[in-house]
């Protein structure tokens, strides 16, 4: 990407990105008509979804640094759905669930 411009088909929006556009459309409808008449909706998304991506990578290497990983199948079991709600949470409250314009 040179001169920081995105071209279209480099712009995939993701879980996180299209979770922060719900968002918006719910909370901040007029915004959010704003934000898609100056073409910033897409972009804005695709900035968040990739913030979010690298915080929820961050978070899960920092959960398992912080709780060791059990051994039995079904405390792994346990263990992953505790970390991947933990995570999830947190890259929500942090980066999506926030008003961006």
Do not use: C
């Not at 990407?1 to 993701?14: A, D, P, Y």
């Amino acid at each position: 990407m040179s001169n920081n411009i995105i071209k279209e088909e480099e712009l995939t929006i993701g879980r996180w990105g299209t979770a922060w556009q719900r968002f918006m459309q719910e909370n901040y409808p007029d915004e959010a008509a704003r934000l898609k008449e100056s073409n910033r909706w897409d972009e804005l998304a695709f900035e968040i979804d990739r913030e979010a991506y690298s915080l929820w990578e961050l978070l899960r290497k920092q959960y398992a640094k912080a709780n060791s990983r059990p051994t039995t199948f079904m405390e792994t079991m346990k263990w992953e759905n505790t970390r991947g709600f933990y995570v999830d949470h947190e890259v929500m409250a942090q980066v999506v669930l926030q008003f961006r314009a």
